[in-house]
């Protein structure tokens, strides 16, 4: 039996899906020494997936610099807490490499954030917002295209909490660790799905009233 996705997931039906969380180890990285075995490690992965995270700004003419680089493997994921460390040398390494796999959403805004802390020349990296439309897949958001892909709910509560606070808390790794783990998943299921054409694609239709 074929899976069903849709054009537009419908955003009503996302509150009452199961929660997605990722499970495995998360490491907070917060010098500069710190960085660079982290690169070594993750160089030496088949798959990346990447996002970032800035602290929110409530004020008009208020901005913030990206205050976290998130990149996750299969099993593990590592927090750059880019407010401590900077966009060190190794950082601008894994940014600039293009021999690994490295899967994002909307990293192009990512990449003007970062551009912020530190020049770099971005790598090869994957945007899913430029493979979904391929298949039929309109919508641009991770919640809704996890919902689409597995039925299950990734949370953003912990979207606008305070990415430049001193300790960041167990909800808001996990938040971070997710999101960047939940493009890995997304990628492979899409490449998965497009190669066996084991999908079928219907029409979202608003309900009436």
């Known amino acids: 039996m074929k899976k069903v996705l849709y054009n537009l997931f419908d955003k009503t039906k996302i509150a009452a ?16 020494g710190e ?30 610099k990206v ?13 750059f807490r880019l407010n401590y460390t900077g966009l060190t040398p190794a950082i601008k390494k894994l940014l600039e490499d293009k021999n ?8 192009h805004d990512d990449i003007l954030s970062l551009h912020k802390r530190g020049d770099f020349n971005p790598g090869t990296f994957v945007e899913l917002q430029q493979l979904m439309p391929t298949i039929g897949i309109e919508d641009k958001s991770l919640q809704k295209l996890y919902a ?5 709910k990734i949370s953003k509560r912990q979207q606008l909490s305070n990415w430049d606070a001193d300790v960041l808390n167990d909800k808001q790794k996990s938040y971070a660790a997710t999101d960047a783990w939940a493009c890995i998943k997304l990628y492979e299921e899409f490449k998965r799905l497009r190669d066996t054409n084991d999908y079928e694609l219907q029409e979202y239709i608003p309900e009436e009233g």
């Open 148 to 152: 689409n892909f597995f039925g299950k």
């Open 67 to 79: 205050a976290l680089l998130q990149v996750a493997t299969y099993d593990t994921c590592f927090l």
């Open 35 to 64: 960085t660079e075995k982290a690169v070594e490690y993750l160089l030496k992965q088949p798959i990346l997936g990447f996002d970032t995270e800035t602290k929110p700004a409530f004020k008009k003419g208020v901005s913030h």
């Open 17 to 32: 899906l199961p929660i997605e969380k990722f499970s495995g180890r998360i490491i907070t990285i917060v010098s500069k």
């Open 100 to 107: 690994v796999k490295k899967v994002a959403l909307a990293w």
